[in-house]
C-alpha cells in the first residue's frame, strides 16, 4: 500500500475556503498534504479523520534567515497552542490543520488578512509578470518584424509567402488571456475585499477567479491537442 500520493490540483492558492474544503475531503479519505508546489500536490497517508484547515498568508514564509525562521517558529509554536500544526508551505501560503471539531480561527481580522494577502502576492505575482510578460510582448514583435520582413522580401522578388502560422497565433492569444485574467481578477478581487473588510466581512476569491482556471485549463487542453 503507498503511503504517499502525488495529485494534480488546479486551485487557485488565494481561495482560502475552497483549498480548506478540498483539504477536508482528502483528509476524511486518509490523506494529508505534505508539499505544495504550483500544480503538483504530494500527500502522504493517515487514518481517514475529520480535520479542520486554515492558510495563513506572510510574505516572509519561505525565507531562511535566522531572524525570519525565529519569527516563523515562535509563530508556529503559538499555533500549537490552539492546536494547529503546521503542515507545509509554498509561495507564501502557509497550511495548518487542527484536530479540535470547532477550534480558534487562525485569522479574526479580515483587513489584516487582506493586507498580509495582497502583501504575499505582491512579493511573487509583481516579479513573475516583470519577467514573463516583457518576453512574451518581445516575442510578438520579434516575430512581427519577422513576418514584415519576409513580406518586403516577398514583394521585391514578385513571390508569394503563406500567412502567419495559425498555431502560432492562437497560442500567443491564449496566452495573452492567461496574462489578463489573472492581472484583472486579482486587482478586481483585492478592491472588492477591501471594501468589504472594511465592513467586518472577509471576501474569499474564489467566484473572482474562476474564469482564470476556465482560461489556464483551456490553455492546457489547447497545448494537450498540440503534441
Not at 503546521?86 to 480561527?105: E, K, L, S, T
Not at 502560432?168 to 468589504?196: N, Q
Request: charged share 20%; hydrophobic share 45%.
Amino acid at each position: 500500500m503507498l503511503n504517499k500520493k502525488v495529485r494534480l490540483e488546479l486551485h487557485v492558492f488565494l481561495d482560502r475556503d475552497g483549498l480548506c474544503r478540498h483539504l477536508e475531503k482528502m483528509a476524511q479519505k486518509g490523506w494529508l498534504v505534505e508539499k505544495i508546489g504550483s500544480l503538483m500536490w504530494t500527500y502522504r497517508r493517515i487514518s481517514p479523520q475529520k480535520l479542520k484547515f486554515a492558510l495563513y498568508y506572510s510574505p516572509t514564509a519561505d525565507e531562511e534567515n535566522a531572524e525570519a525562521l525565529e519569527k516563523q517558529n515562535a509563530f508556529y509554536e503559538m499555533c500549537r497552542h490552539d492546536g494547529w500544526e503546521f503542515a507545509c508551505a509554498d509561495w507564501g501560503m502557509q497550511i495548518f490543520y487542527n484536530q479540535r471539531p470547532d477550534p480558534v480561527p487562525l485569522e479574526t481580522e479580515p483587513a489584516l488578512e487582506v493586507d498580509r494577502i495582497h502583501t504575499t502576492a505582491m512579493c511573487w505575482l509583481v516579479p513573475y509578470w516583470l519577467i514573463t510578460i516583457p518576453f512574451f510582448v518581445l516575442g510578438i514583435y520579434q516575430q512581427l518584424k519577422r513576418y514584415r520582413n519576409l513580406l518586403a522580401m516577398a514583394a521585391v522578388q514578385g513571390v508569394e509567402i503563406p500567412g502567419m502560422d495559425p498555431m502560432w497565433v492562437a497560442d500567443r492569444v491564449v496566452l495573452g488571456l492567461m496574462y489578463l485574467s489573472s492581472i484583472v481578477a486579482y486587482f478586481r478581487w483585492y478592491f472588492r475585499a477591501k471594501k468589504a473588510a472594511r465592513e467586518g466581512v472577509f471576501l474569499n476569491p474564489s467566484g473572482t477567479f474562476r474564469p482564470v482556471l476556465v482560461v489556464c485549463l483551456a490553455a492546457l487542453v489547447w497545448s494537450l491537442l498540440r503534441l
